[in-house]
């Protein structure tokens, strides 16, 4: 069962997304809060698998949340579906730095919005497929998430973290991983906890953007 709290400004929108995630059969919805302020204490007591965020609510935004939720040193760390009615770069790119797993707009089809969690709540970073393009090429062209570079990162990462960079760009789960390579999921998530330190990131979706930015693998050309 995935544990989801559910945090949004707007009654109406609060509750739809609570009906329409709490109506899966694999999805409870443990929690509901109206402001950031309320978001962050709710998720830190209930330690659910997803925190569902608008990024504009009072006290703090869902940007501010995501940051305390997702920190190296974070207790509990939980991941972060930042859902949002605006698709402004800076947003997005708010939303990533601060190691939020996945960036939707609200008015996603009800089942995307669904496969997103499900996605996040695996370890598999999602962002809107009308946004993915354009900020990958934003982030390799004017943005930079930390100092690293790619050359150093190769004397920085064993040839099996990097094989689980190309992975993770390819938007593979722990578990897609693990059989690809025939290890452990245990295994996965050790390399991963040493991998994204070495790079600078907080969260896997920062790890593929890095991956993207510096050349380890090429973004995809317009159109295809």
Not at 67 to 86: K, N, Q, S, Y
Request: glycine share 8%; net charge negative.
């Amino acid at each position: 069962m995935i544990r989801v709290v559910v945090a949004d400004d707007q009654p109406l929108v609060r509750a739809g997304l609570a009906a329409l995630l709490g109506a899966e059969p694999d999805v409870e919805v443990v929690g509901v809060a109206a402001d950031g302020t309320e978001a962050l204490a709710l998720t830190r007591e209930l330690v659910p698998d997803v925190a569902c965020l608008d990024i504009r609510m009072p006290g703090r935004s869902g940007i501010e949340v995501a940051r305390e939720l997702c920190a190296p040193d974070a207790d509990p760390a939980v991941p972060v579906l930042v859902l949002t009615t605006f698709d402004l770069d800076d947003y997005v790119f708010g939303a990533l730095e601060a190691g939020a797993s996945g960036f939707l707009l609200k008015d996603s089809d009800p089942e995307d919005i669904v496969h997103a969690v499900r996605q996040v709540a695996a370890g598999r970073g999602t962002i809107d497929q009308t946004l993915t393009r354009r900020i990958l090429r934003e982030f390799v062209q004017r943005r930079s998430l930390q100092p690293v570079t790619g050359r150093r990162a190769e004397d920085l990462l064993t040839r099996r973290e990097h094989d689980i960079l190309l992975l993770l760009a390819q938007g593979m789960s722990n578990g897609d991983i693990a059989e690809t390579l025939v290890l452990e999921v245990s295994t996965v998530k050790s390399h991963l906890a040493r991998m994204l330190p070495k790079l600078g990131v907080t969260s896997r979706l920062q790890a593929v953007v890095w991956a993207y930015q510096n050349h380890v693998v090429d973004v995809p050309a317009p159109g295809r």
